[in-house]
């Protein structure tokens, strides 16, 4: 067995650095639209629910998921990826976790891996096909509304990267 790799690097979630993968889910910096004879402000589009395939015209749904904290380091295990939409994590208490993601490509490779420190906050809509991590949740037992497709169709490959011997330092 090779010798552990360094650890991953934490980057900030910023909108730009993130544009490769998908959308940050953030009020910062927008104009709002004052709605509802001026007793609420709009916020949209925060970002796109991509839907592809052949039942397409199911749509989207939204669900909560529950995610326990972790401890770092961590070592990363395992990458998944939703081929046939997007896939959104919107944090419903303020709170950090990190989003690991590792591009479109066919195959997740080890140089693609990035790691964001998501705050506040912040969430994030993960483009159709992009390889990510599950959840990881990093203060307290956290709530994330997600938005996905609704389609039954095979919309889910996992792939093992535990050889690669990838971890995130604290």
């Known amino acids: 067995m090779s010798a552990a790799r ?3 690097v934490i980057e900030p979630l910023t909108r730009a650095a993130f544009a ?16 509802n004879g001026g007793t609420a ?26 995610a326990q904290p972790r401890r770092l ?10 081929p046939l939409g997007s896939q959104a994590f919107v944090p419903l208490q303020p709170g950090r976790y990190l989003v690991v993601v590792s591009g479109n490509a066919a195959e997740p490779t080890p140089s693609d891996v990035r790691v964001f420190l998501a705050v506040g906050q912040q969430g994030v809509s993960l483009r159709a096909g992009v390889w ?3 959840l990881l ?4 037992e956290s709530d994330f509304l997600v938005v996905e497709r609704a389609s039954a169709a095979a919309n889910l490959e996992l792939r093992a990267i535990s050889a690669w011997e990838l971890s995130i330092d604290g």
């Not at 052949?54 to 529950?66: F, T």
């Not at 380091?73 to 939703?82: D, G, I, M, S, W």
Request: proline fraction near 10%; hydrophobic fraction near 40%.
């Open 6 to 8: 360094p650890g991953l």
């Open 20 to 35: 490769p993968y998908g959308e940050v889910v953030d009020t910062s910096g927008m104009v709002p639209q004052a709605i």
């Open 41 to 66: 402000a709009r916020y949209s589009p925060l970002a796109q629910v991509e839907v592809v395939g052949d039942d397409a015209g199911r749509g989207a749904v939204l669900g909560i998921y529950r």
């Open 73 to 82: 380091p961590l070592p990363l295990l395992e990458l998944e990826r939703h």
């Open 132 to 134: 990510h991590h599950a």
């Open 137 to 140: 949740a990093l203060d307290r």
